[in-house]
């Protein structure tokens, strides 16, 4: 069973940086990729960031060049890199891990509790 654990959320005002890690454990061999999902209230869940582990990498449009998605397969840990931040990316970060790098949820089998951003301007 593959258990996901996210940490670094906080609070931050407008323009700052955040750095989220998820920490897997369990058989995660054959999952090859791995994601950052968000939301916010209110609204649907939605992609933010995908790496395989090839470190191929996928980025949705309104984070693109300010989130950097990165992996440690070693020790079996994502990190997500979030500078710039905006009040709109206030939302719950998910971590997910899947075989897909897809940003879509239903293609996701396991997921992290989340943890929470929160960007006041």
């Known amino acids: 069973q593959v258990q996901l654990v996210e940490s670094g959320g906080g609070s931050v005002q407008a323009g700052g940086s955040l750095r989220l890690s998820c920490a897997a454990s369990g058989y995660t061999y054959n999952r090859d990729c791995m994601a950052w999902f968000r939301q916010a209230p209110g609204k649907e869940r939605e992609g933010v960031a995908s790496?395989?582990?090839?470190?191929?990498?996928v980025y949705t449009g309104s984070v693109k060049g300010r989130f950097t998605i990165s992996r440690d397969n070693a020790k079996n840990t994502m990190y997500l890199q979030m500078n710039s931040l905006k009040p709109e990316d206030t939302a719950m970060y998910y971590c997910a891990a899947g075989t897909s790098c897809r940003l879509t949820p239903s293609l996701f089998s396991y997921w992290g509790q989340g943890t929470q951003v929160t960007v006041s301007s």
């Open positions: 790496i395989s582990r090839g470190i191929s990498t």
